[in-house]
Every structure is written in structure tokens, then in C-alpha cells.
């Protein structure tokens, strides 16, 4: 039973210290293997794992007879792995509750959902169909989750929170996201979410009247 997790943090190590190793400077698959004292094979496996998660990619080659690609941070990639992020939006959120009235904070999450919502292209097709797509994007951004109907209403509840350690019990948080949710779908969003011990994102959909 604990040879699996073990396992992962393992893995998880070993991509690590590769990543700190390409931040350095760009590197071939041998020369991070010759770095860690790795087989190259080894290596391998991590870096195309790397790659496919958008964390790295190639910038170039190296090698007169038999080019070997050259590794680089993928543009983006250093914001995807910071750590600072989640207790940062966490403190400000905290800050921003002690400071302002309920009902400014929760224009401003709200005002925080819709500028979120430009990001992102508006969902098609009929209430269901724009759902799924919804669900869609809350799956990429780290909530997996699922649909239900109940009469006219559609729920997206997911089994975790993408923002949970910055809602702090704070509803204004999750009108944020059904803000947000609302505008790419083109329909009316309430947060239904559970801010307890364990958060989970809830959302119930009606057709925008």
C-alpha cells in the first residue's frame, strides 16, 4: 500500500530537480542524465512526461552528427510552477474581507469573474451542450467534476475546490467563478458550493431569461 505513494513522490522528486536543472540553462536529455546520474532512458521518460504537461519544451538542438534536442522552460511554464500563488490570492482575499463591506468585496468578485470570463471563448450550442463545455473548462483549471439535471436546472458539482484555499468561507469566492461561469455560458449561475472541512465547487445553471 505505500509502495505507490512513495513511488510518486519519487517521480515527482526527479522531475523536480530536472525542471531547476533547465532553468539554469537548456539542456539535452544526456546532459540532465549526466547530471543526475541517471540513465538517459531514464531521463527520457521524465522529459517527454515534462513536455506533455506543458511545463517544458525544445528549443533547439545540439550535436554536429546526431543533433540531440535542447530542453527549455515552455513560456508560461515558471508561473505553473510557483508555489507562491495560492497563499498569495489567499492573504489578499483575507485582507480584502477584513477591509471592505460585504457587498463591495462581492461586486468586486464579481467584477474579478467577468474580466476571468475574457479569457476564454463563450461556449455554443443549446443550455446542455454549453454546460458540458463549462464542465470542460473547471476540469483544465483543476476541479474534476460532473453534470446532473434536476427539472430545468443543471448542477456542476465537483469532488474538490480550485480555489480552495483561497475561499476561507468566503462566498464571495465562488460568485466569483459563477460570475465567471455565467458569462461564458450565457446563463444564470448560483454558487451552491461547500466551504466546509473540505471544499467542494457546486453550481446550478438556469437559462439565461
Not at 531521463?43 to 517527454?48: A, K
Request: charged share 25%.
Amino acid at each position: 500500500m505505500t509502495q505507490r505513494p512513495q513511488r510518486t513522490r519519487s517521480l515527482a522528486k526527479t522531475r523536480t530537480r530536472i525542471v531547476e536543472l533547465i532553468r539554469r540553462s537548456p539542456m539535452t536529455a544526456r546532459e540532465i542524465a549526466a547530471q543526475l546520474d541517471m540513465t538517459y532512458h531514464a531521463i527520457r521518460l521524465h522529459v517527454v512526461t515534462l513536455e506533455r504537461d506543458g511545463v517544458i519544451q525544445v528549443a533547439g538542438a545540439r550535436g554536429a552528427t546526431r543533433p540531440a534536442h535542447v530542453y527549455d522552460i515552455k513560456p508560461g511554464g515558471d508561473s505553473a510552477l510557483s508555489r507562491a500563488y495560492v497563499p498569495f490570492v489567499a492573504h489578499l482575499t483575507r485582507v480584502l474581507a477584513e477591509r471592505l463591506p460585504e457587498r463591495q468585496l462581492g461586486a468586486i468578485m464579481r467584477d474579478v469573474g467577468r474580466s476571468l470570463a475574457t479569457s476564454f471563448p463563450r461556449a455554443r450550442g443549446t443550455l446542455h451542450e454549453r454546460a458540458l463545455a463549462a464542465s470542460a473548462v473547471l476540469q483544465d483549471l483543476g476541479a474534476p467534476n460532473e453534470i446532473s439535471r434536476h427539472g430545468r436546472t443543471l448542477s456542476i458539482r465537483s469532488a474538490a475546490c480550485m480555489l480552495g484555499e483561497a475561499v476561507h468561507g468566503r462566498p464571495e469566492v465562488c460568485q466569483a467563478m459563477a460570475t465567471f461561469l455565467g458569462e461564458i455560458l450565457d446563463a444564470n449561475v448560483r454558487q451552491c458550493c461547500d466551504r466546509g472541512e473540505r471544499p467542494r465547487c457546486c453550481f446550478e445553471i438556469r437559462r439565461a431569461s
